[in-house]
């Protein structure tokens, strides 16, 4: 079943940069260039919402991961091509015993980062909390030997979900991030999805 993502507001027309290059290991000078293209989503960066439990999501795949000692899992739930688009979303569950006395839980300050700061179109200027994203995630074909970064908006700004340092998951709790890329080429039917903190989900059926 098509699930629209949780961090949905509104039906946005935005302008989305998504970077298609060589999948690591080949060389960069046959990376084909940056395509902008002007498509329908229905992503937005909210906050992620904490829920006691993702059991309303399908889960494709899951692995068990540790944030400094506290147990979690990462679960994808969906990898689809829609509107022009794909969109991915997972989850974190915070596995670790409410009796530990870490109340506070797994503060998300740049979990699922990439690391870099991007900067602000034709400036120099770093797009503002650009470390609070998860833009880390990305797509890898490996028919087509290419690999896939989040998109952007004409601002800069990653079109996924923004998860601040303001944010905790909780013992038992879980939260969901979306992240939108450029759509897959109609006969790729599976791809690689690169999560940080999970590595590689392999092989994963494309929805669409």
Same mark, same amino acid.
């Given at each position: 079943?098509?699930? +629209?993502?949780?961090?949905?507001?509104?039906?946005?027309?935005?302008?989305?940069?998504?970077?298609?290059?060589?999948?690591?290991? +080949?060389?960069?000078?046959?990376?084909?260039?940056?395509?902008?293209?002007?498509?329908?989503?229905?992503?937005?960066?909210?906050?992620?919402?904490?829920?006691?439990?993702?059991?309303?999501?399908?889960?494709?795949? *899951? !692995?068990?991961? /540790?944030?400094?000692?506290?147990?979690?899992?990462?679960?994808?739930?969906? &990898?689809?091509?829609?509107?022009?688009?794909?969109?991915?979303?997972?989850?974190?569950? /915070?596995?670790? #015993?409410?009796?530990?006395?870490?109340?506070? %839980?797994?503060?998300?300050?740049?979990?699922? *980062?990439?690391?870099?700061?991007?900067?602000?179109?034709?400036?120099?200027? !770093?797009?503002? #909390?650009?470390?609070?994203?998860?833009?880390?995630?990305?797509?890898?074909?490996?028919?087509? !030997?290419?690999?896939?970064?989040?998109?952007?908006?004409?601002? %800069?700004?990653?079109?996924?979900?923004?998860?601040?340092?303001? &944010?905790?998951?909780?013992?038992?709790?879980?939260?969901?991030?979306?992240?939108?890329? !450029?759509?897959?080429? #109609?006969?790729?039917?599976?791809?690689?999805? &690169?999560?940080?903190?999970?590595?590689?989900?392999? %092989?994963?059926?494309?929805?669409?």
């Amino acid at each position: 079943m098509r699930r +629209t993502s949780l961090t949905v507001v509104a039906l946005l027309t935005v302008l989305l940069t998504a970077t298609g290059c060589t999948v690591p290991g +080949t060389s960069p000078s046959t990376a084909p260039p940056s395509a902008t293209e002007s498509a329908t989503t229905v992503a937005a960066t909210e906050q992620p919402t904490e829920s006691p439990s993702a059991e309303a999501l399908p889960v494709l795949a *899951s !692995k068990s991961v /540790n944030f400094s000692e506290i147990p979690a899992t990462i679960m994808l739930n969906q &990898v689809i091509v829609l509107d022009g688009v794909t969109s991915i979303t997972w989850t974190l569950r /915070n596995d670790d #015993d409410p009796t530990t006395g870490r109340r506070l %839980g797994i503060q998300m300050t740049g979990q699922f *980062s990439d690391g870099q700061y991007a900067t602000l179109p034709g400036s120099n200027r !770093k797009v503002p #909390d650009d470390g609070f994203y998860v833009d880390g995630a990305y797509l890898l074909d490996t028919v087509n !030997k290419l690999r896939y970064l989040p998109a952007r908006d004409s601002e %800069g700004r990653c079109v996924c979900t923004y998860a601040p340092s303001s &944010v905790f998951v909780r013992p038992g709790m879980s939260q969901s991030f979306d992240a939108v890329f !450029k759509a897959l080429p #109609d006969g790729v039917t599976t791809v690689d999805v &690169v999560i940080p903190r999970a590595g590689t989900f392999r %092989g994963v059926q494309v929805q669409r």
